[in-house]
């Protein structure tokens, strides 16, 4: 006769290892309904993922029917991870979408503000005037090398001689300027007259108080002297500050393919100082105006620039007209490694208008100061 023996011990340790299997399936199954429920409500606001939420609709009602079929969830379970990798899908896609969307860069400035630009300033600079020194909010800017009247910040790795310094280059094309801005919503000391609220520090998004409205007004001056100015206010720096002029570059090969243009100027104002601690100043004519700094890349830092010494005679032929007709306008010519997207024209240079600490205002009389000088090398 065959016998049985139980033992009291296994029969425990079975009883409690289902006690602990059904209650991990109850609690996965309860969890994996409620986050049904609300993926559901979610999908049914997308025409786009309405298979999803069929297939949501067939299976999780299923789940309450099988809690105890432990074959029967797995599959479930599988199913749900398939349907759920593919919501995952959807879902980065729509996140892709509005990341894109968030970062699109804003209308150009002609565009937003056509008809609402701040005045301009009621004073009309002459093409001679008496120019004084300030030496307030300023500081003795540094120079290495000279040319006549120019002064040059050599911080390249080249030794700049005379030779690439004489201004014997011809600015062929004298009717087409380009005008754009790398960082397009740099700003400047808020003032009664050109008061606005900073989305950033110096920085804001309103064209008719960052350097977008700096260069409508150089549009403006230069437009009445005859000049076909094609003036670009892409924004390249925001939201995103990093990779500025890979954006920019893009511009400005756009606008070049539409003008040929030989002087092509990214307008910027000055990021160095903070605050109120440093805003260069000239008196023009009685009137306080912004200095104006000329920065001039080359083939220092290993990217392609084989004109950048065009560059250069051409922004020394600039300054040495200014300086014979606004002494002081100018600060010394920056000479840099970084290419700053010069190569794209024999004329191309940055021009820093002001820092923080000067005001709209004198940035703008200073633009009419520029346009007088450019008037004058494009004869």
Same mark, same amino acid.
């Given at each position: 006769?065959?016998?049985?023996?139980?033992?009291?011990?296994?029969?425990?340790?079975?009883?409690?290892?289902?006690?602990?299997?059904?209650?991990?399936?109850?609690?996965?199954?309860?969890?994996?309904?409620?986050?049904?429920?609300?993926?559901?409500?979610?999908?049914? =606001?997308?025409?786009?993922? +309405?298979?999803?939420? +069929? @297939?949501?609709?067939?299976?999780?009602?299923?789940?309450?029917?099988?809690?105890?079929?432990?074959?029967?969830?797995?599959?479930?379970?599988?199913?749900?991870?398939?349907?759920?990798?593919?919501?995952?899908?959807?879902?980065?896609?729509?996140?892709?979408?509005?990341?894109?969307?968030?970062?699109?860069?804003?209308?150009?400035?002609?565009?937003?503000?056509?008809?609402?630009?701040?005045?301009?300033?009621?004073?009309?600079?002459?093409?001679?005037?008496?120019?004084?020194?300030?030496?307030?909010?300023?500081?003795?800017?540094?120079?290495? =090398?000279?040319?006549?009247?120019?002064?040059?910040?050599?911080?390249?790795?080249?030794?700049?001689?005379?030779?690439?310094?004489?201004?014997?280059?011809?600015?062929?094309?004298?009717?087409?300027?380009?005008?754009?801005?790398?960082?397009?919503?740099?700003?400047?000391?808020?003032?009664?007259?050109?008061?606005?609220?900073?989305?950033?520090?110096?920085?804001?998004?309103?064209?008719?108080?960052?350097?977008?409205?700096?260069?409508?007004?150089?549009?403006?001056?230069?437009?009445?002297?005859?000049?076909?100015?094609?003036?670009?206010?892409?924004?390249?720096?925001?939201?995103?500050?990093?990779?500025?002029?890979?954006?920019?570059?893009?511009?400005?090969?756009?606008?070049?393919?539409?003008?040929?243009?030989?002087?092509?100027?990214?307008?910027?104002?000055?990021?160095?100082?903070?605050?109120?601690?440093?805003?260069?100043?000239?008196?023009?004519?009685?009137?306080?105006?912004?200095?104006?700094?000329?920065?001039?890349?080359?083939?220092?830092?290993?990217?392609?620039?084989?004109?950048?010494?065009?560059?250069?005679?051409?922004?020394?032929?600039?300054?040495?007209?200014?300086?014979?007709?606004?002494?002081?306008?100018?600060?010394?010519?920056?000479?840099?490694?970084?290419?700053?997207?010069?190569?794209?024209?024999?004329?191309? @240079?940055?021009?820093?208008?002001?820092?923080?600490?000067?005001?709209?205002?004198?940035?703008?009389?200073?633009?009419?100061?520029?346009?007088?000088?450019?008037?004058?090398?494009?004869?």
């Amino acid at each position: 006769m065959n016998v049985a023996v139980i033992n009291l011990k296994d029969i425990l340790k079975y009883f409690f290892r289902i006690l602990i299997a059904t209650f991990i399936i109850f609690v996965t199954t309860h969890y994996i309904s409620n986050s049904g429920q609300n993926l559901k409500k979610m999908l049914s =606001t997308n025409v786009s993922t +309405k298979f999803l939420t +069929k @297939c949501l609709e067939i299976s999780i009602p299923s789940l309450k029917t099988t809690e105890t079929d432990f074959k029967s969830e797995i599959k479930i379970t599988k199913l749900m991870n398939m349907e759920l990798a593919v919501l995952g899908q959807e879902i980065s896609e729509v996140n892709q979408t509005t990341i894109a969307n968030n970062n699109e860069i804003p209308e150009t400035s002609e565009t937003q503000n056509e008809t609402e630009y701040t005045v301009s300033p009621q004073v009309e600079i002459p093409k001679q005037a008496e120019t004084e020194e300030v030496s307030d909010r300023n500081f003795k800017p540094g120079s290495n =090398t000279y040319y006549g009247t120019t002064a040059i910040d050599n911080e390249s790795d080249y030794t700049l001689t005379e030779e690439m310094l004489v201004p014997d280059v011809e600015i062929d094309n004298k009717k087409d300027i380009i005008i754009y801005h790398t960082h397009t919503s740099e700003s400047y000391t808020p003032c009664d007259t050109y008061n606005y609220t900073m989305t950033g520090n110096y920085r804001t998004t309103d064209s008719n108080y960052n350097v977008i409205r700096v260069g409508t007004e150089l549009s403006t001056s230069l437009t009445k002297k005859g000049f076909n100015v094609i003036h670009d206010g892409t924004y390249h720096d925001f939201p995103a500050y990093s990779g500025s002029y890979d954006r920019s570059l893009a511009t400005a090969q756009k606008l070049l393919e539409i003008t040929p243009a030989d002087l092509v100027i990214d307008l910027h104002r000055d990021a160095v100082g903070n605050g109120d601690t440093y805003g260069p100043t000239v008196m023009v004519n009685g009137q306080r105006v912004a200095q104006l700094m000329i920065v001039i890349g080359t083939d220092g830092g290993g990217l392609e620039h084989p004109n950048w010494v065009e560059n250069l005679k051409i922004a020394v032929k600039i300054q040495e007209t200014a300086n014979q007709m606004y002494p002081g306008l100018f600060r010394p010519i920056i000479v840099r490694n970084s290419r700053y997207n010069q190569h794209v024209s024999k004329g191309a @240079c940055i021009i820093e208008v002001g820092a923080t600490a000067n005001t709209l205002g004198e940035c703008l009389l200073s633009m009419q100061c520029l346009a007088n000088v450019l008037e004058e090398v494009c004869k």
